[in-house]
T-cell receptor, first 109, second 113 residues
Framework: DAKTTQPPSMDCAEGRAANLPCNHSTISGNEYVYWYRQIHSQGPQYIIHGLKNNETNEMASLIITEDRKSSTLILPHATLRDTAVYYC??????????FGAGTRLFVKA | DAGVTQSPTHLIKTRGQQVTLRCSPK?????VSWYQQALGQGPQFIFQ???????QRGNFPDRFSGHQFPNYSSELNVNALLLGDSALYLC????????????FGQGTRLTVV
């Protein structure tokens, strides 16, 4: 499984966009990029995933670079409830999901 | 539609004892994975079950074993508990096919004393 690199922590002002980067330079052609978040020891929550095209859903947008070596998760209007640890993961199909350390996002009023 | 459910939510055991944790996958999912999450760390993959067989395994000792039933539900068993086994144990379900997300349960908080 490809490894990912994320900054350990980030701050964001409430109401502003939160842009969380992820580096996955060794990603394989059949591996998808997934984002999850975990709020205070609850189970991780699925946010979004993509292969090579940009994706958007009701929670966030995912921007994947053309070479697929990095991606950015965008929370368009961050709220205090978005404070969490965000995990960027690459995996193929139904295979195991390997978590890194993630990015701890602090949304401040 | 119920998501992934785990039981019990909390558990306290004594060193040397054995424990069984249970997981019911999201409806329609056929693959179950188990994770151990120590405080302040990301979840660590234990193993994955599909078609009632262990498909993949992480770096965990044989004290950790599992089972998947015909209805896709799963159990995680840990023998000879150690203090270091205290953690949040997470179950995730998905489909084996590509382009499907995994859904996680809320976990079982195991404390070994």
């Amino acid at each position: 499984d490809a490894k990912t690199t994320q900054p350990p922590s980030m701050d964001c002002a409430e109401g502003r966009a939160a842009n969380l980067p992820c580096n996955h330079s060794t990603i394989s052609g059949n591996e998808y990029v997934y984002w999850y978040r975990q709020i205070h020891s609850q189970g991780p929550q699925y946010i979004i995933h993509g292969l090579k095209n940009n994706e958007t859903n009701e929670m966030a947008s995912l921007i994947i670079t053309e070479d697929r070596k990095s991606s950015t998760l965008i929370l368009p209007h961050a709220t205090l409830r978005d404070t969490a640890v965000y995990y960027c993961i690459v995996r193929a199909g139904g295979f195991k999901t390997i978590f890194g350390a993630g990015t701890r996002l602090f949304v401040k009023a | 539609d119920a998501g992934v459910t785990q039981s019990p939510t909390h558990l306290i055991k004594t060193r040397g004892q054995q424990v069984t944790l249970r997981c019911s996958p999201k409806s329609g999912h056929d693959t179950v994975s188990w994770y151990q999450q120590a405080l302040g760390q990301g979840p660590q993959f234990i193993f994955q079950y599909y078609e009632e067989e262990e498909r993949q395994r992480g770096n965990f000792p044989d004290r950790f074993s599992g089972h998947q039933f015909p209805n896709y539900s799963s159990e995680l068993n840990v023998n000879a508990l150690l203090l270091g086994d205290s953690a949040l144990y997470l179950c995730a379900s998905t489909l084996v096919t590509p382009n499907t997300e995994a859904f996680f349960g809320q976990g079982t908080r195991l404390t070994v004393v």
